[in-house]
């Protein structure tokens, strides 16, 4: 079996010498021959150039429309009179915005796969309630440096994602204990972050709020550059778990039978969903139901195996960047949160999800 891309990757079983699955490509790098998914990376190509075009609006538009020339000239160096606009209002925080929604498009597919359940998302099983309760109680306590809540935010959410793991294992982590039981801790870690409030001052309560409901207002390369750094130095592990993804999908009989430690790498998928999810929440607060849309679209777009890393990278920071845009212009000069533009979109999504499943459709 030769290695599968993370655009798309391969089905789990073997082939002759010669022969490839049906709707793969072998792409040549070096000497290295890759199975690539034909319909995945059209998938990718079409969700980046909409992710270009999304992030071109995205600069043009605001409380003053820059014209998109103006906009290609403040990116490739030339000299505007709208540069500081472009550059130091509106490009930071679509950086931001790009990267969040990256991380929970990751997250969320490399949860939903060790969970098979597309209800596991982190904002579902209460790993970005975990970040947010200990981000919430840093700011009451002092804490409010966009430069380190970042890193409160991710050992939140690993606090948060080992309780879960460890009152789910029972000698293996069964799916539907996994996702019951982080239901649980996130309804418990929200009445922490709303304890944590109460508690504090009223100002940094009201900041803690609007925190709480995702925002990228005000958001710039003080959140961009951690965030940015974690994601580069996570690259090869994500690498790692596209591949990972074809064992964790097989039945845990078939798993062990060729040698798979199938817990350890279960283990190491949730570790780095954990990781990516409160980075994410801690530069931007509780983006929710991004992880939970996006890696579910790409899987039945690309209608590939396993959910493919790289088109639910490109549709969360899609998901983000388009509703950031919408939430500053719908109601403007009001300014909305970015969460509350995609609760309104995810939550009937969750609802229809629910509702399928008990009916018994396919998710």
């Given at each position: 079996m030769k290695p599968s891309t993370a655009v798309g990757t391969a089905p789990s079983t073997g082939h002759p010498r010669g022969q490839r699955?049906?709707?793969?490509?072998?792409?040549?790098?070096?000497?290295?021959?890759?199975?690539?998914?034909?319909?995945?990376?059209t998938v990718a190509v079409a969700l980046t150039a909409a992710l270009a075009v999304c992030s071109l609006a995205y600069l043009c538009t605001g409380e003053s429309f820059v014209p998109p020339a103006e906009?290609?000239?403040?990116?490739?160096?030339?000299q505007s009179p709208d540069q500081l606009v472009v550059e130091t209002l509106?490009?930071?925080?679509?950086?931001?915005?790009?990267?969040?929604?990256?991380?929970?498009?990751?997250?969320?597919?490399?949860?939903?796969?060790?969970?098979?359940?597309?209800?596991?998302?982190?904002?579902?099983?209460?790993?970005?309630?975990?970040?947010?309760?200990?981000?919430?109680?840093?700011?009451?306590?002092g804490v409010t440096s966009y430069s380190v809540l970042p890193y409160v935010g991710v050992a939140g959410g690993l606090i948060a994602a080992a309780l879960v793991y460890v009152f789910a294992w029972r000698?293996?982590?069964?799916?539907?204990?996994?996702?019951?039981?982080?239901?649980?801790?996130?309804?418990?870690?929200?009445?922490v972050t709303t304890l944590f409030m109460t508690k504090g001052d009223y100002l940094v309560a009201q900041q803690a709020q609007i925190w709480m409901t995702g925002s990228l207002n005000g958001r710039g390369w003080v959140e961009a550059t951690p965030l940015g750094w974690t994601l580069l130095a996570l690259v090869?592990?994500?690498?790692?778990?596209?591949?990972?993804?074809?064992?964790?999908?097989?039945?845990?009989?078939?798993?062990?039978?060729?040698g798979v430690r199938l817990n350890r790498v279960r283990l190491?998928?949730?570790?780095?969903?954990?990781?990516?999810?409160?980075?994410?929440?801690?530069?931007?607060?509780?983006?929710?139901?991004?992880?939970?849309?996006?890696?579910?679209?790409?899987?039945?777009?690309?209608?590939?195996?396993?959910?493919p890393l790289v088109c639910s990278a490109l549709l969360g920071a899609v998901v983000v960047v388009?509703?950031?845009?919408?939430?500053?212009?719908?109601?403007?000069?009001?300014?909305?949160?970015?969460?509350?533009?995609?609760?309104?979109?995810?939550?009937?999504?969750?609802?229809?999800?629910?509702?399928?499943s008990r009916s018994g459709g396919t998710s």
């Amino acid at each position: 079996m030769k290695p599968s891309t993370a655009v798309g990757t391969a089905p789990s079983t073997g082939h002759p010498r010669g022969q490839r699955p049906a709707g793969y490509a072998v792409a040549r790098i070096g000497r290295a021959n890759i199975l690539v998914h034909r319909r995945a990376t059209t998938v990718a190509v079409a969700l980046t150039a909409a992710l270009a075009v999304c992030s071109l609006a995205y600069l043009c538009t605001g409380e003053s429309f820059v014209p998109p020339a103006e906009v290609l000239k403040v990116l490739t160096g030339g000299q505007s009179p709208d540069q500081l606009v472009v550059e130091t209002l509106r490009a930071p925080r679509l950086v931001v915005g790009l990267l969040v929604g990256a991380a929970f498009g990751v997250a969320g597919a490399l949860i939903q796969t060790v969970a098979r359940n597309p209800l596991a998302s982190p904002d579902i099983i209460g790993i970005s309630q975990g970040a947010s309760a200990l981000t919430v109680g840093a700011m009451t306590f002092g804490v409010t440096s966009y430069s380190v809540l970042p890193y409160v935010g991710v050992a939140g959410g690993l606090i948060a994602a080992a309780l879960v793991y460890v009152f789910a294992w029972r000698g293996g982590l069964h799916a539907t204990r996994f996702v019951l039981i982080g239901i649980g801790f996130a309804i418990a870690l929200r009445s922490v972050t709303t304890l944590f409030m109460t508690k504090g001052d009223y100002l940094v309560a009201q900041q803690a709020q609007i925190w709480m409901t995702g925002s990228l207002n005000g958001r710039g390369w003080v959140e961009a550059t951690p965030l940015g750094w974690t994601l580069l130095a996570l690259v090869p592990a994500v690498a790692w778990a596209a591949r990972a993804q074809r064992t964790v999908s097989l039945d845990d009989d078939t798993a062990t039978a060729l040698g798979v430690r199938l817990n350890r790498v279960r283990l190491g998928l949730v570790l780095l969903g954990v990781v990516l999810a409160s980075a994410a929440t801690g530069a931007a607060g509780p983006v929710d139901f991004v992880a939970l849309l996006a890696p579910q679209i790409a899987r039945r777009v690309t209608r590939t195996a396993q959910i493919p890393l790289v088109c639910s990278a490109l549709l969360g920071a899609v998901v983000v960047v388009l509703a950031d845009l919408l939430a500053r212009r719908l109601f403007s000069p009001t300014e909305l949160p970015v969460g509350v533009l995609t609760a309104a979109v995810g939550a009937p999504y969750l609802i229809w999800l629910i509702v399928r499943s008990r009916s018994g459709g396919t998710s």
